[in-house]
T-cell receptor, first 115, second 109 residues
Framework: DAMVIQNPRYQVTQFGKPVTLSCSQT?????MYWYQQKSSQAPKLLFH???????NEADTPDNFQSRRPNTSFCFLDIRSPGLGDAAMYLC??????????????FGAGTRLSVL | GQNIDQPTEMTATEGAIVQINCTYQ??????LFWYQQHAGEAPTFLSY????GLEEKGRFSSFLSRSKGYSYLLLKELQMKDSASYLC??????????FGAGTRLFVKA
């Protein structure tokens, strides 16, 4: 029973061609995150939503945008992918609540290739 | 700056015990997590420490010393399926979490 679902698992796009990655969750969690992970590197937080409140990391390029139309869905839009954007993109959720552990539950990821 | 350091790789023998260390320097601290990540897959939660001391959970234990900015993950009775990367992560404030690059553990027969 997948709880955080990312589609597609593999995405190939062309240099400069906009691409959208999607994430859905059945956990009814308040917080949703997008991470970029390159080979053998740490997952790097791009941004997160607490409910509808969007929190962008200071070093996330403007090329990356996100939308969360409702609790269950969150999208990552890459407006003009460059070769350096090829990576695994991980979506995660956590319950929210400042006093909670806020364990993050990850989706299986979307591996993006840029040609 | 914010930094989480872990050894890049470790090798251990099936049935043995291995300790994976993590040191951190962050602007805030709201808890430390360990996640397991098999190659090409998503990280999965292993353990959480917010107070000093040892948390035990089956074959896995995790230790935290906040004053030293130090944690370790202890894996006992190693199995081949434990071959994976182990990520140390610190929740720094709000919902922001910083991950280390991970320690790749190889378990040999």
């Amino acid at each position: 029973d997948a709880m955080v679902i990312q589609n597609p698992r593999y995405q190939v796009t062309q240099f400069g061609k906009p691409v959208t990655l999607s994430c859905s969750q059945t956990l009814n969690h308040n917080v949703m995150y997008w991470y970029q992970q390159k080979s053998s590197q740490a997952p790097k937080l791009l941004f997160h939503y607490y409910d509808k409140d969007f929190n962008n990391e200071a070093d996330t390029p403007d090329n990356f945008q996100s939308r969360r139309p409702n609790t269950s869905f969150c999208f990552l839009d890459i407006r003009s992918p460059g070769l350096g954007d090829a990576a695994m993109y991980l979506c995660a959720t956590s319950p929210g609540g400042q006093l909670a552990k806020n364990i993050q539950y990850f989706g299986a990821g979307t591996r993006l290739s840029v040609l | 700056g914010q930094n989480i350091d872990q050894p890049t790789e470790m090798t251990a023998t099936e049935g043995a015990i291995v300790q994976i260390n993590c040191t951190y320097q962050t602007s805030g601290f709201n808890g430390l997590f360990w996640y397991q990540q098999h190659a090409g897959e998503a990280p999965t939660f292993l353990s959480y420490n917010v107070l000093d001391g040892l948390e035990e959970k089956g074959r896995f234990s995790s230790f935290l010393s906040r004053s030293k900015g130090y944690s370790y993950l202890l894996l006992k009775e190693l199995q081949m399926k434990d071959s994976a990367s182990y990520l140390c992560a610190v929740r720094t404030g709000g919902f922001k979490t910083i991950f280390g690059a991970g320690t790749r553990l190889f378990v040999k027969a």
